[in-house]
């Protein structure tokens, strides 16, 4: 008897996948901050939350035994995938994991239909057995960045649906806060910058990885600047990153710059980021005003004068920090890395965010990632 994988990739083969060009919308909603969008797979299919993350390629979601016995400190009864119980999926017969910054999965390689909206497609992912996440209240990822990263030969989603879609491209809102009532909402196939800001798209280059493929959504920052606050009785200072490597990331909760500059760069607001991280000077969520803004500069190949991208003080608030119940907490970390600048969604979700491939074939790839502040 043929082996049930190939009876099912024969049966497979008769899903429709997507027959005119289209764009998918994907709600994005909060769960304790996290951000989440719905996806149904397999037949009969069951609805997962995914969480879009443009820092990692391959998509995953945990399997039946890791929704039970993987570390959940969140109330989310997290959803298991069973590849056995779907007449659609079949496995891959490999393995693959994935280091993340934060966490770390490890999982069998499947097939399966995946449904949003009623479009359709088949979609290579991981089926975990092993995460390390549990702060987090979904029941996977949605990797949104290069194939050149992918695990397991499991393909991102935008390579799946690339050919069928209205444009190479997707487009992100992330919504006003992290807050539950706030949802966002992520288009793949096309972008909405016009539904949600009146400015032009503001585009910034992506560059080439170390091994000369495209791998994360990155660029080249060239320094940050500070105007107001306390910098220079309210003038414009500004500190050098020497055109170093800086990643956007959806999947970070909160941005950072080098380790060797993170202390330059708060001098120049006039404060001491020892100091904040001690406790000694606590930022009110009342400081985080427009009367003061920080600027990004960006210096990719090709550009003959910087791109800047500026969000106010009062766009950069965040509530939380523990130091007090009225403390916000400081713009930016330290990335743990010097050369290194990872912009999180508390400056992404400023801008009505556009990721351009600029192709559908990888050969033609020239990606930009543009910006548009969102309107208030």
């Known amino acids: 008897m043929a082996p049930r994988s190939m009876l099912l990739a024969v049966a497979a083969a008769a899903i429709p996948q997507l ?18 969008v719905d996806v149904e797979i397999g037949k009969p299919s069951k609805t997962y939350r995914l969480h879009p993350d443009t820092g990692s ?83 996977g990822f949605m990797g949104l960045a290069f194939d050149s990263i992918m695990v397991g030969d499991a ?24 807050a539950a009532d706030e949802p966002g909402l992520l288009t793949m196939g096309s972008s909405k910058e016009s539904e949600y800001s009146a400015a032009e798209l503001t585009k910034v280059p992506i560059v080439k990885g170390p091994d000369g493929r495209y791998d994360v959504w990155r660029s080249l920052i060239k320094g940050v ?40 760069v708060y001098e120049t607001m006039g404060l001491n980021y020892t100091d904040l991280l001690d406790g000694k000077r ?10 003061w803004s920080i600027s990004l500069e960006f210096s990719p190949p090709g550009v003959s004068e910087p791109i800047v991208l500026t969000a106010s003080g009062e766009d950069l608030r965040k509530p939380g920090f523990p130091a007090a119940p009225d403390a916000c907490w400081p713009p930016f970390e330290d990335s743990g890395a010097e050369g290194f600048t990872l912009i999180g969604t508390p400056f992404l979700r400023n801008f009505y965010t556009v990721w351009d491939f600029g192709a559908k074939d990888e050969a033609d790839f020239e990606p930009t990632l543009g910006f548009a502040h969102v309107r208030q």
Request: one cysteine or more; hydrophobic letters at 30%.
């Open 57 to 139: 390629s391959t998509t995953w979601v945990v399997d039946k035994g890791c929704a039970e016995w993987c570390h959940n400190n969140t109330p989310y009864q997290r959803v298991g995938y069973n590849v056995t119980a779907s007449c659609t999926g079949y496995p891959l017969n490999r393995t693959a994991d994935i280091s993340y910054l934060g966490g770390y999965v490890a999982g069998d390689v499947v097939n399966d239909k995946f449904t949003v909206n009623n479009q359709t497609w088949r979609q290579p992912f991981l089926s975990i057995y092993y995460s390390d996440w549990n702060n987090m209240p979904t029941d």
């Open 19 to 36: 027959t005119a060009a289209v764009s998918v919308d994907l709600p994005i909603t909060y769960y304790n901050s996290y951000s989440s």
């Open 282 to 291: 606590v930022l009110k969520c009342s400081e985080f005003n427009s009367s």
């Open 155 to 178: 393909n991102n989603v935008l390579t799946m649906l690339m050919p069928d879609l209205d444009e190479p491209r997707f487009g992100i809102y992330l919504g006003e806060s992290d």
């Open 225 to 264: 600047s500070f105007k107001g606050f306390d910098s220079v009785n309210g003038g414009v200072s500004t500190t050098d990153l020497g055109l170093t490597n800086v990643v956007f990331d959806t999947g970070a909760g909160k941005s950072s710059l080098p380790t060797d500059k993170v202390l330059a």
